[in-house]
């Protein structure tokens, strides 16, 4: 899960040591953003080849009570404002960004009304059933243009 907030971005996943353990794997690309969310006091680990060069493992409870307290915390009536004013004019260009890209899904869903559903049945179906479909599918046109 993305979490992409006016006090930095963090990425929660559980990896598979975590599903043992109950826990989760909170990591940023900065180590102020996870700060920010969790307490300088939280054992953040520094990895530089890894991907989000700062993590640390939290109990998943721990990291729900998180959300709910930065939920609970909302105070303002735009979030790009708020970025702004919390971290600065280069982060507010950065999510900005990120904001103008992903509102490229509002365009898509207004171009292709059903694309939702065909993601979730593309989602739904194994890859070797879609494989099989296509398979078929093209040996079929072979079929209808060598008539």
Not at 65 to 73: I, K, N, P, S, T
Not at 102 to 113: I, M, N, S, T, V
Request: charged share 35%; net charge positive.
């Amino acid at each position: 899960m993305w979490i992409v907030a006016e006090r930095g971005f963090v990425s929660i996943v559980q990896k598979p040591w975590d599903k043992r353990q109950g826990t989760l794997t909170v990591r940023a690309r900065c180590r102020e953003d996870l700060e920010a969310f969790l307490g300088s006091k939280v054992g953040i680990e520094m990895d530089d080849a890894a991907d989000y060069r700062f993590r640390c493992t939290r109990p998943a409870e721990d990291v729900a009570d998180w959300m709910a307290f930065h939920v609970r915390q909302i105070d303002y009536p735009n979030f790009k404002d708020a970025v702004q004013k919390r971290q600065g004019a280069d982060r507010a260009a950065l999510y900005t960004t990120v904001w103008s890209t992903l509102q490229r899904l509002q365009a898509l869903d207004e171009a292709y009304p059903d694309l939702g559903a065909l993601l979730d049945e593309a989602a739904h179906t194994s890859w070797p059933k879609r494989k099989a479909r296509k398979a078929r599918k093209a040996r079929k046109s072979r079929r209808l243009t060598s008539r």
